[in-house]
């Protein structure tokens, strides 16, 4: 994977989610766009050496706990529907190859 900062990969996976960077900093609280900022979470924490407290500055200064809650919840979706664990690895694998 090439190296990028971290505002760098976070407007990529916004574009392979197709949100805006806004957008999964934002409070919205519409359902596609928590997963997608879940699943940009559980990315960071893939892809990167950043720390809980780190990611939750970057996705708009939330607690570090709401980056743990999203990153477990990926986790258990992944294993519970197809669908999702489809998108998070069509994510990580997109990131790996640009």
């Given at each position: ?65 709401t980056v743990i ?30």
């Amino acid at each position: 994977p090439k190296v990028r900062t971290d505002e760098e990969l976070l407007a990529e996976i916004a574009v392979i989610l197709k949100f805006d960077v806004e957008d999964l900093k934002g409070k919205s609280r519409q359902r596609p766009l928590v997963t997608a900022r879940q699943i940009a979470m559980y990315t960071f924490r893939e892809l990167t050496d950043l720390s809980y407290p780190a990611i939750a500055r970057l996705f708009g200064g939330r607690d570090h706990t709401t980056v743990i809650h999203a990153v477990e919840k990926i986790q258990r979706q992944m294993g519970e529907r197809q669908a999702i664990y489809e998108q998070v690895t069509d994510v990580i694998q997109k990131l790996k190859l640009s």
